[in-house]
């Protein structure tokens, strides 16, 4: 019964990729013909694929509507959304919002720029990003329990991506510190050479953090000191809208009596 589900699973994903034909679509569940039809039958009844007048099998509006779905039961989606349009306009990047889903950091929202750059970034919503080898990745690993750092951590074969990967685990630790002492992280082309990236922590009511949110541009658009020149508009903007989800940093009282928040 497993190795069926992770089957048709597989044949879902193929005919997203390329319209497969009902001998195709038989060679990847590997059962005869007249048993994938049957399969197919009753995936298109789900709308999970769609017969096309070529007799092929393509994707299906019913899993497009169930990973809409998904993604709008992320609470943190809809509250996020006008801060991180915001920060596109004022800085004219692309922008992406990253959350920790199970073990792994997720992008939830994308804001394309307009810029040359938003063709070329390989980024898009719903996609796993390098929990070592990104900004959003470092950030959230950053303010994570220790515990459960390393449970996440315990897992990671570090890949050497390009020639600024951090390549073993105490590189990554000391560079988590210091993102966890200033607030934001960078990734200086850490996984793809070309790609610039800044992101700060996103927290919750109990002050946790959850997610990130970023800007990235190709080098050619933006170096990363053009990136990180930003800053202060995305530690603005992290900060919205983590004040959205309910978080309320530390008041400090001044000399002069007056309330002021913390940082």
């Not at 590997?30 to 399969?39: D, E, F, P, Q, W």
């Not at 694929?49 to 994707?59: D, F, H, I, Q, S």
């Not at 804001?111 to 919503?125: E, I």
């Amino acid at each position: 019964m497993a190795q069926s589900i992770r089957r048709a699973i597989d044949l879902i994903r193929r005919s997203a990729e390329h319209p497969l034909s009902l001998t195709e679509a038989a060679d990847v569940l590997g059962v005869h013909k007249s048993t994938a039809l049957r399969i197919l039958q009753t995936l298109e009844s789900a709308r999970f694929v769609r017969r096309t007048g070529a007799g092929t099998y393509v994707l299906g509006s019913g899993l497009i509507e169930l990973s809409e779905l998904a993604l709008g039961s992320m609470d943190l989606r809809q509250p996020a959304a006008a801060h991180l349009r915001a920060l596109q306009r004022a800085t004219g990047h692309t922008v992406h919002l990253a959350q920790l889903t199970g073990d792994e950091i997720i992008y939830i929202d994308k804001v394309d720029s307009p810029a040359f750059d938003a063709v070329k970034l390989p980024s898009r919503v719903g996609r796993a990003v390098s929990i070592y080898a990104s900004a959003v990745g470092k950030t959230i690993l950053a303010y994570l329990p220790r515990q459960e750092r390393d449970r996440l951590l315990s897992h990671v074969v570090f890949e050497k991506f390009t020639d600024t990967t951090f390549t073993d685990h105490g590189a990554l630790e000391a560079e988590l510190a210091r993102i966890h002492d200033c607030g934001w992280a960078v990734d200086n082309g850490e996984h793809d050479a070309y790609v610039m990236c800044v992101a700060a922590p996103i927290r919750d009511s109990r002050g946790q953090v959850i997610a990130a949110a970023s800007i990235t541009a190709i080098e050619v658009i933006a170096s990363l000191d053009q990136l990180k020149s930003n800053l202060p508009l995305l530690l603005e903007t992290a900060n919205e809208i983590s004040y959205e989800l309910g978080y309320a940093p530390p008041a400090l009282a001044s000399q002069d009596g007056e309330i002021r928040s913390a940082t």
